[in-house]
Each structure stands twice: as structure tokens, then as C-alpha cells.
């Protein structure tokens, strides 16, 4: 959780000019409910690493992108444009402190197989067991999402004390001349069981800002040169 809040003070103020140029440059970066059928509440996953079934600490955010303004190779192949959205989340400048804090504390010999460097990040298929910073591991992927567990290093696979699920998806939406991306993070305690959610209000307030930089900079990922 800590590491959410120097992030944001790092990668949000520091990066941009006032806290008032990053809400207008996320201004369409949308939160949105979600429901109890949610199929991450429902994956295999959840289940397994979960097992008391815990309060959830949950949210969605949306970014919509005109199709006119989306790279056109991107739509060519079904899964290029959720793949390019992904790969932007880990090599935008958005992730770039938490990647380097990660590094100084975990990149060697035991985690070489993982993606470290922006250029693999950045040209990465991130198929199913794809390694990232030793912080996060691809679970699931289909076309249209991509789904990693976090939380903790993937060098830990059993039930942990903290533990989560994050998608990254992108669909396109002809109807609406529109690409929806997505990104939905849940987060929970593995261990035992707990009353209440893992992340108090303060904290939640600040994944948001955080999750709406990463959606922004890794939509720049998906646009036209």
C-alpha cells in the first residue's frame, strides 16, 4: 500500500505540473460499478487464492478511445489491440517509478526470466505465465483481456496474507465508433479470513489516481503515430 502513495507522489506530481493538469489530463478516465457477478469475483483464481472468500477492496476503470483515433493495425488481428494496451500499461512512463523501485529490490539471477527492461515490457505478447517485475504474473488471457495476480511476487504461488487480480481488457465497439479499455484491479486478503476490506478509504482514493495514470499512458500505446 505504501507503495501506491510514492508512486502516485512521484510519477503523478512529479510528472505532471499541478494536481490540477493530471485531473483534466484523466478527465475520461471513468470509474464504473461492478457487479457481484463480475466474472473475476467467479474465476478459478479468485477461488483458489481466496479461499475464505474475503472482503474485496475492487474497482473498473474505463477509458473510451474513438476507433478513428486508434492505430488501424491494432484492429487488424483480434487480440493486438488488448495486447498493445497491456504492453502500454508496463512500459508507459506510468509504471516507470514502481518498475524501478521493483528492480532495486528484486531484479537478479533468481528473477532474469522475469520482464524488467521498457523495450521487452514494450514488445511483449504477454502470453499466459509471462513473469513482470516479480510482482505480477499473466493468468489468464483471451482477445480481449489479459489478467494478471498481484500483490506479492509470483516466486510465492500458494495462498499469500495479500493478494489480488488485475485485468487489463480493450473491445472494440463498432456500434458506438468507439475502443473500450479497461482496467479492474481486486484486491484481497489470501490468509485467513478478515472482516473488512484490505485497503482503508485514503488508500483506495489513491489506487484510483494511480489506475487512471496507467490507463492514460498506456492508452498512448494504442494511438495513431
Not at 478513428?68 to 494496451?85: C, M, Q, S, W, Y
Not at 523501485?101 to 524488467?116: D, F, M, N, V
Not at 458506438?176 to 489470501?190: N, P
Not at 498506456?218 to 503515430?225: G, H, S
Amino acid at each position: 500500500m505504501g507503495l501506491f502513495k510514492r508512486a502516485f507522489k512521484l510519477t503523478t506530481y512529479g510528472g505532471l505540473a499541478s494536481a490540477g493538469a493530471f485531473f483534466y489530463a484523466t478527465r475520461n478516465d471513468v470509474f464504473v460499478p461492478m457487479s457481484p457477478s463480475d466474472p473475476i469475483f467467479h474465476s478459478a483464481a479468485f477461488r483458489k487464492y481466496n479461499p475464505s472468500q474475503n472482503p474485496t477492496t475492487h474497482d473498473l476503470c474505463i477509458r473510451k478511445v474513438p476507433l478513428a483515433d486508434i492505430n488501424p493495425t491494432l484492429l487488424e488481428k483480434k487480440g493486438k489491440l488488448a495486447e498493445a494496451f497491456c504492453a502500454g500499461v508496463w512500459s508507459g512512463w506510468g509504471y516507470a517509478f514502481q518498475r524501478a523501485y521493483l528492480a532495486r529490490k528484486y531484479q537478479g539471477p533468481e528473477t532474469a526470466s522475469h520482464l524488467w527492461e521498457r523495450p521487452e515490457l514494450k514488445s511483449s505478447s504477454y502470453e499466459v505465465g509471462t513473469l513482470i517485475t516479480d510482482h505480477f504474473e499473466v493468468i489468464e488471457k483471451t482477445p480481449e483481456r489479459i489478467v494478471v495476480r498481484c500483490g506479492d511476487s509470483p516466486r510465492k504461488q500458494g495462498v499469500r496474507p495479500s493478494d489480488g487480480l488485475f485485468e487489463m481488457s480493450a473491445v472494440v465497439k463498432p456500434e458506438e465508433g468507439v475502443a473500450e479499455f479497461g482496467l479492474k484491479s481486486c484486491f484481497y486478503q489470501g490468509e485467513g479470513r478478515a472482516e473488512n476490506e484490505p485497503m482503508p478509504a485514503h488508500i483506495v482514493w489513491l489506487h484510483k489516481q494511480y489506475a487512471k495514470l496507467w490507463a492514460e499512458t498506456a492508452v498512448q500505446n494504442v494511438l495513431r503515430q
